[in-house]
Antibody, heavy 118, light 108 residues
Framework: QVTLRESGPALVKPTQTLTLTCTFS??????????VSWVRQPPGKALEWLAL???????YYSTSLKTRLTISKDTSKNQVVLTMTNMDPVDTATYYCAGGYDGVWNYWGQGTLVTVSS | EIVMTQSPATLSVSPGERATLSCRAS??????LAWYQQKPGQAPRLLIYGASTRATGIPARFSGSGSGTEFTLTISSLQSEDFAVYYCQQYNNWLKLTFGGGTKVEIK
């Protein structure tokens, strides 16, 4: 059974750096073709892809947020970490991690709501 | 950047009726197109990938078609549990993975 769980702060202040951790089980990120992405969704709005890391440690970022994002993995811990710098109230959203093969996300975490407010 | 445009934004359908959702890409994505269903308070669920392949456990009433820039998700006979928001997503260009804006399927 595949599970993913996001963890991190529920509240961050403007200008702070957000660090989110995705802890997963049921698959290995060292398996060829496997990837994990972060996706966010502001309240009442559409899904927005943020970043992806694959089995080969290649990393891909949203063009509009590239300068603020860093994605990394710890294969031994089955974790993927996303950091986003210079948080702003417009970054308030539910943040999901999702896993799957070749860019197709079969598996999703339940999401974690991050509010940016002073 | 590949822009994904979904239409209509809202679709009102009676239970048992057919629903047809559209997704258009600003440039060709070949068949690298997925559909997701999202219900309130839940994470998205993969329905279709490769434009037309149903994911594991997805009922046969869901079908996808299209290639290049025009795609369709059809729900042949809407059940109560199908009222949700549906998103298309292209994965042809990993440098910029993009979702459409979503189509809300609501009860008529």
């Amino acid at each position: 059974q595949v599970t993913l769980r996001e963890s991190g702060p529920a509240l961050v202040k403007p200008t702070q750096t957000l660090t989110l951790t995705c802890t997963f089980s049921g698959f290995s990120l060292s398996t060829s073709g496997m990837c994990v992405s972060w996706v966010r969704q502001p309240p009442g709005k559409a899904l927005e892809w943020l970043a992806l890391i694959d089995w080969d440690d290649d990393k891909y970022y949203s063009t509009s947020l590239k300068t603020r994002l860093t994605i990394s993995k710890d294969t031994s811990k089955n974790q993927v970490v996303l950091t986003m710098t210079n948080m702003d109230p417009v970054d308030t959203a539910t943040y999901y991690c999702a896993g799957g093969y070749d860019g197709v996300w079969n598996y999703w975490g339940q999401g974690t709501l991050v509010t940016v407010s002073s | 950047e590949i822009v994904m445009t979904q239409s209509p934004a809202t679709l009102s359908v009676s239970p048992g009726e057919r629903a047809t959702l559209s997704c258009r890409a600003s440039q060709s994505v070949s068949s690298n197109l997925a559909w997701y269903q999202q219900k309130p308070g839940q994470a998205p669920r993969l329905l279709i990938y490769g434009a037309s392949t149903r994911a594991t456990g997805i009922p046969a009433r869901f079908s996808g078609s299209g290639s290049g820039t025009e795609f369709t998700l059809t729900i042949s006979s809407l059940q109560s549990e199908d009222f949700a928001v549906y998103y298309c997503q292209q994965y042809n260009n990993w440098l910029k993975l993009t979702f459409g804006g979503g189509t809300k399927v609501e009860i008529k």
